[in-house]
């Protein structure tokens, strides 16, 4: 009999798999008949689309498939909320591929499936945009002046108000002996894995099943989002995530719109279609960490212990 002590360290049954270069990611996976995806991205922080021609990325050879908002319907296919509460009184989610406007610099506008990642780049510098530029906001405190609006419904910007009270901090307030007050602002950041976003779906059209594999930390709610989405059975939904190259967060924020994009293609073309991310669509349209701002006040008594602490904060 074996025994483990606390803190003894336990070894990693996944390394010797690893070190021989049996790991098995998204990029490894290869199907029989399999297409390749690319995107094309706003290069604007925000602007009107007013023209996009994809005619002649449709005639190129070995191009099978140019996606377009026109093609998903007229809403752009929204994608789902990732959480709801009441207090988020605007929801507002972006769209698989941009309807009227681009808010961001890297959203997707339209999305390419051809014999190659290389035909389909090629593709890319083929279709025709042209773009009316709007106001910018790229702060948390420029955003709620209102002068530029995200979405034009959105007042100042602001999605959702909370108020949460524990205790009775007034009264802690008022018999302080000290109070401090700081101002404390987190920069947003990203999370930069070796191995960036991908997918490989995979439609049967004679089950009418769909399989994916993503590098994702949240599988499970991809499955029941794209069943959701295009009206399958969750049974007939499979989503694998194989070894996944690092994550620190950003790969379980679902939906992104090429897990939406791939599956899509693949239902219409009924064959398997791979889109890798590189790496500076990764600095582009997957997801940063949020910019907070802060206005903290502490109410401490004569020994310095906290009696209470108000917090009246801008979230991203």
Known sequence: MTTKMLGEPV???EDPRFLTGRGQYV???HRPGMLHGAVLR?????ARIKRLDVSKAR???GVHLVLTAADLGPAGMPLPLLISHPALTQPRTQRALAVDEVRYVGE???FVVAESRYVAEDALELIKIEYEALSVVSSLADATTGNALVHADVPRNIAAHLVQVVGDPQAAFARAAHIIKERVRMDRGAAHPMETRGIVAEWDATTESLTCWISTQ???PIRNGLAMLFQLPEQNVKVIAPDVGGGFGPKIMMFYPEEILAPMASMRLNRPVKWIEDRLEHFLSTNHEREQMHEIEGAFDEQGRILGVRDTFLHD
């Open 11 to 13: 070894k990693r049954v």
């Open 108 to 110: 997707a506008v339209a």
């Open 42 to 46: 706003s290069q604007h922080a925000h």
């Open 218 to 220: 949240g599988p499970i």
């Open 59 to 61: 005639e190129l050879e």
């Open 27 to 29: 990029d490894d996976i």
